[in-house]
């Protein structure tokens, strides 16, 4: 059996290999509210996968939710217009 390689590994290796810019840290710092708003509200869901949800589950997800949407105008109101990676257009 032949083992399948990259022909150029320097050029995927490099593109691959590099540390996030100040840049990329900065727009992580600055979507952290949504992205703990998605963490709490995927959280409410897991948590109902292997039962019937009881009205507090739905409750739970309904305040997530409400916590994402609030959080993503936040951001959206912060960065002035700026589209958001898997918002609306």
Do not use: H, K, W, Y
């Not at 019937?52 to 609030?70: F, G, H, M, Q």
């Amino acid at each position: 059996m032949r083992d399948i390689g990259a022909l150029q590994a320097v050029v995927t290796a490099d593109e691959f290999g590099r540390e996030p810019s100040a840049a990329e840290l900065d727009t992580i710092e600055r979507e952290m509210p949504v992205i703990l708003a998605e963490v709490d509200l995927l959280d409410a869901q897991i948590t109902t996968l292997d039962r019937t949800p009881t009205e507090v589950d739905a409750r739970r997800i309904r305040r997530a939710r409400n916590r994402v949407l609030a959080a993503r105008r936040d951001l959206a109101n912060r960065t002035g217009g700026a589209s958001l990676p898997g918002g609306a257009a």
